[in-house]
């Protein structure tokens, strides 16, 4: 996990990507609260999301950042991203072209993913 995040954080660090960013499968938000703490006035909206209803309620209670609960395959958000990062989920999905597609459709055009 640690040099999964040194290279993510990496990646923001070297290419901004926006205001917007959505950890798709943000589990107990570890990589979020690294994403915070690195670079904590590069995103004017930060959020995660996961399948877990619980996951979700201590991300947001312990990093103070909106979470909401969904599965990947079948997800339907109005809002758009600029950025976001699926990182150890893709392997656990039945339906990953399904998944990969939904994640596309959150983005703004020309907003970017980053995959693990």
Known sequence: MKARARIILGIIKKYGFGKNLLDAGCGTGHLLSL?????????????????????????????????????????????KYDLIICSEVIEHVEDDERVIKNIFNMLYNGGNVIFT
């Not at 930060?46 to 395959?73: M, P, R, V």
């Open 35 to 79: 994403i915070i703490k690195k670079h904590p006035n590069q995103f004017t909206s930060i959020e995660g999301t996961d399948f877990s209803k619980e996951a979700c309620k201590n991300t947001s209670k312990i990093l103070g950042i909106k979470t909401f609960e969904a599965d990947l395959k079948n997800i339907k958000v109005k809002k």
